[in-house]
């Protein structure tokens, strides 16, 4: 049954935080663009400021194109869905900024090994279970 949520609730909080993989899809505002789905995996990369905010970091990869989109209109996807337990999915839609690599938004968040941090302020969240 699809659920929608004004806030992200503490339910699924919890679930979101156990998840070991989580996807990131933007897309560009061009017609010849396309979607971009990144698969995140690394432990401890996902963290939830409050019901409403989330960030993640972005480790290195094999290109800067969730940036870019993110950069060019805001809009992201954060998909999470159960591999154990009773199925569930969660996405949290939502608008991104990207706080660069030696800024000071980007000191307050996370150790110098890291190269961006996406942060979506979620506006709409889902969950299906």
């Avoid at 897309?27 to 401890?44: C, R």
């Avoid at 290195?60 to 996807?77: D, L, P, Q, V």
């Amino acid at each position: 049954m699809v659920q929608f949520f004004d806030e992200i609730p503490p339910f699924l909080v919890d679930w979101i935080r156990a998840q070991q993989v989580f996807w990131v899809a933007t897309a560009p505002l061009s017609e010849e663009g396309h979607v971009n789905v990144s698969g995140k995996g690394v432990e401890g990369t996902f963290h939830v400021i409050d019901n409403h905010k989330v960030w993640y970091e972005d480790l290195t990869g094999s290109g800067c194109e969730t940036i870019s989109h993110i950069r060019e209109n805001g809009r992201i996807t954060v998909y999470f869905n159960a591999f154990e337990g009773p199925p569930r999915i969660a996405r949290l839609f939502g608008k991104g900024t990207v706080y660069e690599f030696g800024t000071p938004e980007y000191n307050e968040f996370i150790p110098p090994e890291k190269r961006k941090i996406p942060i979506l302020s979620a506006w709409y969240r889902q969950s299906e279970l």
